[in-house]
């Protein structure tokens, strides 16, 4: 999937764009709530991660702050809301960046998989 996306570049602009729709909209508040006020760090975690996840390049397990995604957010609160809050982010994302519509629909199901497995609530 990481290939299939775009490389790198591709996986920096959808987790930017991410941030960006999460810091924006005022429907995303408590998601945007559980977020530092600094997204930066998390910009460059999360490409990390997401580079990982769709099969790229293992840099993220290579990081001093590099940690169990699961372990990452057992803290926090993710209930159902929560997780389509954080899906319907990103699926805005993955159109906005121009990722192909093929793409897209093959991304979902692991996506949605990964946001329910967070849930804790």
């Given at each position: 999937?990481?290939?299939?996306?775009?490389?790198?570049?591709?996986?920096?602009?959808?987790?930017n764009r991410f941030y960006d729709i999460m810091d924006g909209d005022p429907a995303l508040a408590p998601l945007r709530a559980m977020h530092a006020a600094d997204l930066s760090p998390m910009r460059d975690k999360l490409t990390?991660?997401?580079?990982?996840?769709?099969g790229g390049p293992q840099h993220y397990f290579e990081r001093p702050d590099a940690v169990c995604f699961s372990a990452a957010h057992s803290g926090l609160a993710i209930d159902a809301s929560i997780r389509d809050q954080w899906l319907?982010?990103?699926?805005?994302?993955?159109t906005d960046t121009g990722v192909?519509?093929?793409?897209?629909?093959?991304l979902r199901p692991p996506l949605a998989e990964l946001a329910n497995f967070l849930r804790n609530r």
């Open positions: 999937m990481y290939e299939a996306l775009g490389g790198v570049g591709a996986v920096r602009a959808l987790v990390d991660w997401m580079t990982a996840f769709l319907d982010c990103m699926y805005r994302a993955l192909p519509a093929a793409v897209r629909e093959r």
